[in-house]
């Protein structure tokens, strides 16, 4: 057994990944990933499905191995040291697998044993996360026969049973209704005051509200790494202006077309006579005054005129479509 | 140590905890049965001084349960986890490859011999209820049971190996069935060919499992079989181990 508590360097960061690559055939998975995790921090892996968020998931949790780069978890390689990594590492895979023929008790003690836990030690872990996640009802129940919300809670409660500094859950919250979700949610809030967490999503209000940190992925990059708020901040410029005007649509056209800090625009006919158009500002600039002037000065009736506020979910969207329109 | 026996122990179990389990169980038991019942009927028609368990290779039910139950028990062993995904829960906890692979054979191999075990109780069966039955011999019924189990562990070995390309159970036992049967049809053809002088005739026998069980039944025991069968197994788990440790090639 390696000494857990001593081979760390204090400050370093608890995951190191640099220009990690994958190649399935010569198909790339991920390209050229690189980020650092520090310790206590939760982190959104976001992006459409095949985006590469679940094999950068499986190379840290020593499942794949990379084609190319290096993963050090808590100091060790991934290739090099994937036992003393994965000793350190609390992985549950997508969909949650488990053994549907044993009882969650009896799971969860397998489990412990195989990750190295002692008998009296695993028998005494088990009992926490049996308590942790709330479990103790179905304690004696087989696996097969529980809910989804359940056995969710058995997958998190197995990830953790062996106290990893690092936990890993692919999609925790896929399929679960929202009462579950919150659930979830609230575990694995809770799992941040001591561990290191990663999880992956593609639902973005889930990852908005625990992470401290997001990464997106898109095409087995990513497209962009920081807080929640400041990937709202940065992506500020893509606002766009909604208005809608009565005017006839050619002189509203030429009038766009005039204003230098329009950038793009596309006008629909609203009911009425009115125009709806949707301006993109230069730099994201916000319009509404000159917009409001204009209208003034023409006699435009005007009847609406608002700024998108960004959320996580536009930057999802902008980031991780394949076409400008 | 410890991991090796904890999922060991937890693959026996999944076999008993399968209705698939019991479906083998019976099965072999009503095969084994039925052979017994070829075997007093033999020792009805015409009474032999040989070892009676020379008989049992004969009826050719052991051969039908060892090419037929051996695919249906180790099937599941890699190809199931693979499909429900607890192939990668298992492979991300702090175990090796070859702890994975020797815990898996030897809970298809332990479950193997269970479904033997009743067999042992045949020579005193026949001694209870034959009217003449002269003393059964330890040996040849010990060295009987030797061969069923070193040939079950080269088809439980060919039949991991199987699973471990697939994430299909279907397709794992098809393989198993497949390779097996065909190093059935060897010994056979072996078997069947006429005696003669060539190095391929010699080949044949060695290699025909129809002969060794033969030997064994009749109380030989041959160091050759023994190296042949383990090394096999040998080999086979081997092949097995690489076959798991292939998802982590570049």
Redesign the interface.
């Known amino acids: 057994m390696a000494d857990d508590t001593h081979d760390i360097p204090a400050p370093k960061p608890m995951i190191e990944v640099e220009n990690l690559t994958k190649l399935y055939g010569s198909r790339p998975a991920i390209r050229d990933v690189s980020f650092t995790v520090g310790r206590g921090e939760i982190v959104g892996f976001l992006g459409p499905n095949g985006a590469g968020k679940s094999t950068t998931m499986?190379i840290l949790?020593?499942?794949?191995?990379?084609?190319?780069g290096t993963v050090r978890v808590a100091g060790h390689d991934v290739a090099d040291a994937?036992?003393?990594v994965?000793?350190r590492?609390g992985?549950?895979?997508?969909?949650n697998?488990?053994?549907?023929?044993?009882r969650v008790r009896e799971y969860l003690k397998?489990?412990a044993?195989?990750?190295?836990l002692g008998r009296q030690a695993s028998r005494n872990r088990v009992d926490e996360v049996i308590e942790q996640f709330d479990l103790t009802d179905a304690a004696r129940q087989m696996i097969g026969e529980l809910s989804k919300g359940y056995r969710q809670r058995v997958g998190l409660a197995?990830a953790l049973v062996h106290e990893p500094a690092v936990i890993i859950l692919d999609e925790p919250t896929i399929g679960l209704d929202p009462h579950q979700v919150r659930t979830v949610r609230q575990c694995i809030k809770q799992l941040a005051e001591n561990h290191t967490v990663l999880i992956s999503s593609h639902i973005l209000p889930e990852v908005e509200v625990t992470c401290t940190k997001l990464m997106i992925f898109h095409e087995g990059r990513v497209v962009a790494a920081d807080t929640p708020a400041n990937l709202e901040l940065k992506l500020g410029g893509q606002q766009r202006i909604t208005v809608e005007l009565e005017a006839e649509p050619d002189v509203l056209e030429t009038a766009w077309e005039e204003m230098a800090e329009v950038e793009h625009h596309r006008i629909t006919p609203a009911e009425g006579r009115f125009q709806r158009c949707r301006l993109t500002p230069r730099d994201g600039m916000d319009l509404r005054p000159e917009i409001a002037a204009l209208a003034r000065t023409r006699g435009w009736p005007l009847r609406e005129l608002t700024r998108d506020r960004h959320t996580l979910e536009d930057i999802f969207v902008h980031l991780t479509r394949k076409d400008e329109d | 140590m410890?991991?090796f026996i904890?999922?060991t122990r937890?693959e026996l179990a999944?076999h008993f905890?399968?209705f698939r389990g019991y479906v083998i169980l019976a099965g072999v038991q009503f095969l084994l049965g039925l052979s017994l019942l070829l075997i007093v009927d033999a020792l009805n028609n015409q009474p032999f001084d040989l070892p009676i368990t020379e008989k049992f290779p004969s009826t050719g039910l052991f051969w039908l349960v060892l090419l037929l139950v051996t695919p249906v028990i180790t099937m599941r062993t890699f190809a199931r986890e693979k499909s429900?995904?607890?192939f990668?829960?298992?492979?991300?906890?702090?175990?090796?490859d070859l702890q994975v692979v020797l815990a898996k054979f030897s809970g298809a191999f332990g479950f193997y011999l269970l479904t033997f075990l009743p067999m042992a109780a045949f020579p005193f069966i026949l001694k209870h209820y034959a009217a003449v039955f002269p003393e059964v011999d330890a040996g040849p019924v010990a060295s009987t049971f030797l061969g069923i189990a070193l040939i079950g562990s080269f088809f439980m070995a060919l039949g991991c190996f199987a699973s471990s390309l697939t994430r299909s159970q279907i397709v794992a036992a098809m393989a198993s069935f497949t390779l097996g049967t065909g190093i059935f049809m060897v010994g056979l053809l072996g078997e069947i060919s006429p005696p003669t002088d060539t190095p391929l005739y010699a080949a044949l026998r060695y290699i025909s499992v129809l002969e060794h069980m033969k030997d064994f039944s009749s109380g030989i025991i041959d160091s050759r079989h023994i190296v042949f069968y383990l090394s096999l197994t040998a080999v086979f788990l081997f092949l097995t181990c690489q076959t798991i440790g292939s998802?982590?090639?570049?």
């Open positions: 499986r949790a020593g499942f794949l191995a990379a084609t190319g994937s036992r003393e994965r000793r590492v992985f549950m895979p997508e969909n697998p488990l053994h549907s023929d044993m397998f489990r044993r195989l990750k190295g197995d | 410890g991991t904890t999922l937890r999944g905890l399968s429900t995904g607890t990668e829960t298992l492979m991300t906890t702090p175990v090796s998802r982590r090639w570049k």
